[in-house]
């Protein structure tokens, strides 16, 4: 596996709408109800577009030897003195289970806390989604608390598990031992 991640552009939305639709049904418990035309090129356009023109996020691809196989990105990015953003990322079936999801959020987090010059980064995860909690807390991730009916997946409003890491505790992770 040759891992990597890169921002996402307009000229990813056919492989991404390809991968949406071929990931659909495993992603489905872990995700909101989505339209029809959230499966397509012209809705996938229309996503991307204005997620790029936002200005409050930093989205990215996951890529697996030069194929797209997810997405890694810093949503409600908030700048002052917050310096925070949430994450999300998720990982097509075909390449789940080998270390993409891991790899992607050490990365972002890598880019979060330089590149970005971000604080802080939180994460939420349905409270049975023991996988990505895995996830965020191989990566320094703290739970600091539990939300009820945090969020609409799957059509129900659903509890959530709360994450962060702060880029103080990133950093004494990352840096190596004197």
Request: proline share 4%; net charge neutral; glycine share 8%.
């Amino acid at each position: 596996m040759t891992a990597a991640i890169r921002p996402l552009t307009m000229e990813d939305v056919p492989e991404l709408t390809e991968v949406l639709i071929g990931t659909r049904d495993y992603l489905a418990p872990w995700d909101p109800i989505r339209d029809e035309s959230f499966y397509t090129l012209q809705g996938q356009r229309q996503v991307v577009a204005e997620l790029l023109r936002s200005g409050n996020a930093l989205p990215h691809v996951i890529l697996d030897d030069g194929r797209l196989a997810g997405r890694v990105n810093l949503n409600s990015v908030v700048r002052g003195p917050f310096q925070s953003a949430s994450l999300g990322y998720w990982v097509a079936e075909r390449h789940a289970g080998r270390g993409l999801a891991s790899f992607a959020v050490a990365e972002v987090l890598r880019l979060a806390f330089t590149d970005y010059e971000l604080h802080r980064v939180e994460a939420g995860t349905l409270l049975h989604n023991v996988r990505s909690q895995r996830v965020l807390l191989k990566n320094g991730f703290q739970r600091f608390g539990t939300a009820p009916r945090y969020l609409k997946i799957a059509g129900e409003w659903q509890d959530h598990h709360l994450f962060q890491i702060v880029a103080e505790n990133w950093l004494a992770a990352a840096s190596p031992a004197s």
